[in-house]
């Protein structure tokens, strides 16, 4: 039986680095669900495709090739803006619910995987073994995602960040496909004030407790 890993959470949060060093540790196969919408999104932008013309939209994500993609050109402002925008249309996430449902089908003869996003724990995988929702205030989550973006761009200005954040949440909580919410068996782990290595030692104490009964 493979074990499915959830974890949901706000932009900037941690949780992708969380689901890295969890996929690392058990050596389980990871999804980084945000990687399907920004590739859709970074193809759309390459096309000069209307982003807001679904039926456009959804011709990329049918034919999602994510090894095609260049991760390192997907951590941009824009492509951020356009996959949160894109992330609204039901025929979108319908199409990429399906790749993500393949992702455990794949890799069924592994023990577990681990995949993240924002609707892992209550809409792909809703039941999953274990569940995690990862949080952190708004100043933490800023200072993180301007680290990454002023790699890109060193002129980014932090404010704008924090702007871009505070819409994120609100589209992300608000739209009526999927919302970004908190499952009710879900633990909640706020990062803010915590060290990756506290953070580590919370989800493997959790994910012992799930293996040890499997076995």
Do not use: W
């Amino acid at each position: 039986m493979t074990i499915v890993i959830a974890i949901d959470g706000l932009a900037g949060s941690g949780k992708g680095t969380i689901a890295k060093n969890i996929s690392s540790f058990y050596n389980f196969p990871h999804l980084d669900s945000g990687i399907l919408y920004r590739s859709v999104a970074y193809l759309c932008h390459k096309g000069g495709e209307n982003v807001f013309d679904e039926k456009r939209v959804l011709k990329y994500a049918q034919n999602l090739n994510i090894e095609e993609i260049n991760v390192d050109k997907l951590r941009t402002e824009e492509i951020d803006q356009i996959s949160s925008k894109i992330s609204s249309f039901s025929s979108v996430r319908e199409s990429l619910k399906i790749f993500q449902l393949n992702f455990k089908k794949i890799h069924s003869d592994k023990s577990g995987i681990v995949i993240d996003g924002r609707d892992i724990t209550t809409v792909i995988f809703p039941d999953a073994e274990i569940k995690f929702y990862v949080t952190a205030s708004l100043k933490d989550r800023a200072n993180r995602r301007f680290e990454e973006l002023v790699l890109n761009n060193p002129k980014i200005d932090k404010k704008l960040v924090i702007k871009e954040l505070q819409k994120r949440d609100q589209r992300d909580m608000e739209r009526s496909v999927a919302p970004l919410k908190i499952a009710k068996d879900a633990i909640v782990i706020d990062t803010s004030d915590l060290t990756i290595e506290e953070v580590n030692i919370i989800v493997q104490r959790e994910i012992e407790k799930v293996i040890s009964k499997k076995e």
